[in-house]
């Protein structure tokens, strides 16, 4: 069974300094890899997503994340936070044989001035 | 494209009423799902469909009801209101693998079940 780990259910940065959310997975075949970010009171939009290829990905709103797979890890980063990304972050794992996603527990940002 | 749209955004029930959350999308996507959402526990999906007239449970299926009788549509029923059903409900809608599953989400039904 897949299952997806998020490290720290709150995280806090300074404005303007490096995010890092860590998302770890388990899977028993090559997975699809998700991040999805929730602002208040709203649905999920996604930010990135690794299928094949290329192991760094590249997201919206200057968002990245490295498929490693010796370590089972998605992590996603940012070089500097802006307010605007105080939100909730989702970490998500899907294969081709099961039909569902599975989703981590989340992790809140918050940004400080 | 209106992507996926739900109603009510809000519902208040009383315990044991039924009811039907809507949800429909108009991008011809294969899959759909019913997920809920509480603190601390990420999204649990409910039920999911791979196309109309297929449906199948998920992790937390007990209290709900779905059917896809058409691509666009995928109600939500819950039989008897329960108040741990209170909780946020999302619907969300892909294509399959050639596209990677990316799920696009609707805005989310709060339910509060008194």
């Known amino acids: 069974a897949q299952s997806v780990t998020q490290l720290g259910s709150h995280v806090s940065v300074s404005e303007g300094a490096l995010v890092l959310l860590r998302c770890n997975y388990s899977?028993?075949?090559?997975?699809?890899l998700f991040w999805y970010v929730q602002y208040p009171n709203q649905g999920l939009q996604l930010l990135l997503k690794?299928?094949?290829?290329?192991?760094l990905v590249k997201g919206i709103n200057g968002f990245e994340a490295e498929f490693k797979k010796s370590e089972t890890s998605f992590h996603l980063t940012k070089p500097s936070a802006h307010m605007s990304d105080a939100a909730e972050y989702f970490c998500?794992?899907?294969?081709?044989?099961?039909?569902?996603?599975?989703f981590g527990p989340g992790t809140r940002l918050s940004v400080l001035p | 494209n209106a992507g996926v749209t739900q109603t009510p955004k809000f519902q208040v029930l009383k315990t044991g009423q039924s009811m039907t959350l809507q949800c429909a999308q108009d991008?011809?996507?294969?899959?759909m799902s019913w997920y809920r959402q509480d603190p601390g526990m990420g999204l649990r999906l409910i039920h999911y469909?791979?196309?109309?007239?297929?449906?199948d449970q998920g992790e937390v299926p007990n209290g709900y009801n779905v059917s896809r009788s058409t691509t666009e549509d995928f109600p939500l029923r819950l039989l008897s209101a329960a108040p741990s059903q209170t909780s946020v409900y999302f619907c969300?809608?892909?294509?399959?693998?050639?596209?990677?599953?990316?799920?696009?989400f609707g805005p989310g039904t709060r339910l509060t079940v008194t």
């Open positions: 969300a809608s892909s294509y399959g693998r050639l596209a990677g599953y990316e799920q696009y």
């Open positions: 899977s028993s075949v090559p997975p699809y």
């Open positions: 690794y299928t094949t290829g290329a192991t």
């Open positions: 998500a794992v899907r294969n081709n044989y099961g039909q569902n996603f599975v």
């Open positions: 469909s791979v196309g109309a007239g297929i449906t």
């Open positions: 991008m011809n996507h294969e899959y």
